[in-house]
């Protein structure tokens, strides 16, 4: 097996990892959204009410970790000789990251704006269980560091491995 396998191999490896972290962090931090909020009206704009669950899930979670999937896409077809086909999926691959990457924070942002910052006090730090030790983290860089960062990086990740691994590319490490 050669060497740009076993590489891609293993940012998928760390690419799924870094879901399973970010779902069990989503899970803690949208607790609201998921259960005595579940079914609140959120307005997506003034003509779109939805359940407040549904906005979670498929307006922030995945769309997040979908923006990090097409920018995984893009980076790859950016290392190869252009052509029309190609010069259109790289169009399409950044336009889709940057779209869904803004939605998926921007709703994130706007649901979960009460978990780090409310009424405009410094909420309690949060506890957060590591292999070694238990720590106290500022409830900002929990959700930010622990969450929005490790969710676009694993669709990343996931993306990258998986479209580089569909080229023909001896020999070019690309990343």
Not at 38 to 51: K, S
Request: proline share 5%; aromatic share 18%.
């Amino acid at each position: 097996m050669d060497k740009l396998k076993i590489c891609l191999a293993l940012l998928g490896i760390i690419g799924v990892l870094l879901l399973i972290v970010s779902f069990n962090t989503a899970m803690f931090v949208g607790d609201p959204w998921l259960s005595d909020r579940a079914h609140d009206d959120w307005h997506m704009n003034n003509y779109t009410v939805i359940p407040g669950f549904l906005a979670y899930i498929f307006f922030a979670f995945i769309p997040l970790a979908l923006g990090g999937v097409f920018f995984g896409v893009f980076l790859p077809l950016v290392s190869l000789h252009p052509s029309k086909k190609r010069v259109r999926l790289l169009l399409l691959s950044v336009s889709l990251a940057v779209l869904f990457t803004s939605l998926g924070f921007n709703t994130f942002d706007m649901m979960l704006g009460c978990f780090y910052w409310t009424n405009g006090t410094e909420p309690a730090p949060i506890l957060v269980n590591l292999f070694f030790a238990e720590i106290h983290v500022n409830a900002w860089n929990f959700y930010f560091f622990l969450f929005i960062i490790p969710l676009w990086v694993s669709g990343f990740l996931m993306g990258l491995s998986a479209c580089a691994s569909q080229f023909k590319l001896k020999n070019r490490f690309f990343f």
